[in-house]
C-alpha cells in the first residue's frame, strides 16, 4: 500500500536550516506530482511547496518563496524540502502528501504522511 | 488570513445532516473543479474525502457529498455518525501565483 514517511524535523534557531525527507512506497514514484503541506500548533492546514514528476516544475508559497527549496529523488522515491532562514511562524508540523492524478496534477492530495514537526525557537 | 473562507464550526445531531461551505472567488473555487474536501481527526494527517467538488475517493462513504454553486462549494454530510466530529478543509486551485489554496477549517461537532 502506499507509504510516506516523513523525517527530518526537530527544534531549530531562529534563522537556521532544516531538510526534511519524505520517503515514498508502494507506488510508483515518478508517477505523481508532490507537495509539502503544514500545520502550525491549532491552525489550519496551509499548502508550502508543489513539484512535478521531473522536478521541472515547481511553486512556493509566498510565505515561503526565497528561503525554502523542494527537491525530488526520483532514483530514491524521496521527496525533500530544505528550509533556511527559518522564524517562528515556519514552526508546524510539515505533511508531505501525494497528489491524487496519474501523471498530472488533480491538485487534491489523497495520501499524506504522518507528519514532521519542526520548531523555530531561540 | 486563509483564501477560502469556511464557518469555524458547524454542529448537528446523529442522523442528520450538515452542509459546510467553502467561499472563495472566480480565480479559485467558481473558476475550477479543482476543489477538494479533507477530514482531520485530533492528531491525524487529512484524509481527502471529495475531490473534483463531488468526487468521492474509494473507500468514502457515499454519506460524503460534494458540490458548487458559483464562488461557493458545499460539502454535505447526511446520515451524521460520532465518528464523523473533527475538523473540515476545503481546498482549491486556484490561477493566482500559487496553486493551491485551503480554507481556514470547520470544526464538525456531533451533538
Known amino acids: 500500500q502506499v507509504q510516506l514517511v516523513e523525517s527530518g524535523g526537530g527544534l531549530v534557531k531562529p534563522g537556521g536550516s532544516l531538510r526534511l525527507s519524505c520517503a515514498a512506497s508502494?507506488?510508483?514514484?515518478?508517477?505523481?506530482?508532490m507537495t509539502w503541506i503544514r500545520q502550525a500548533p491549532g491552525k489550519g492546514l496551509e499548502w508550502v511547496s508543489y513539484i512535478s514528476r521531473s522536478g521541472t516544475t515547481i511553486y512556493y508559497a509566498d510565505s515561503v518563496k526565497g528561503r525554502f527549496t523542494i527537491s525530488r529523488d526520483n532514483a530514491k522515491n524521496s521527496l525533500y524540502l530544505q528550509m533556511n532562514s527559518l522564524r517562528a511562524d515556519d514552526t508546524a508540523v510539515y505533511y508531505c502528501?501525494?497528489?491524487?492524478?496519474?501523471?498530472?496534477?488533480?491538485?487534491?492530495?489523497?495520501?499524506w504522511g504522518q507528519g514532521t514537526m519542526v520548531t523555530v525557537s531561540s | 488570513q486563509s483564501a477560502l473562507t469556511q464557518p469555524a464550526s458547524v454542529s448537528g445531531s446523529p442522523g442528520q445532516s450538515i452542509t459546510i461551505s467553502c467561499t472563495g472567488t472566480?480565480?479559485?473555487?467558481?473558476?475550477?473543479?479543482?476543489v477538494s474536501w479533507y477530514q482531520q481527526h485530533p492528531g491525524k494527517a487529512p484524509k481527502l474525502m471529495i475531490y473534483?467538488?463531488?468526487n468521492r475517493p474509494s473507500g468514502v462513504s457515499n454519506r460524503f457529498s460534494g458540490s458548487k454553486s458559483g464562488n461557493t462549494a458545499s460539502l454535505t454530510i447526511s446520515g451524521l455518525q460520532a465518528e464523523d466530529e473533527a475538523d473540515y478543509y476545503c481546498s482549491s486551485y486556484t490561477s493566482s501565483s500559487t496553486p493551491v489554496v485551503f480554507g481556514g477549517g470547520t470544526k464538525l461537532t456531533v451533538l
Open positions: 508502494g507506488f510508483t514514484f515518478n508517477d505523481y506530482y
Open positions: 472566480s480565480i479559485d473555487v467558481g473558476g475550477y473543479r479543482y
Open positions: 473534483d467538488v463531488s
Open positions: 502528501a501525494r497528489d491524487l492524478g496519474f501523471r498530472g496534477a488533480f491538485y487534491a492530495f489523497d495520501n
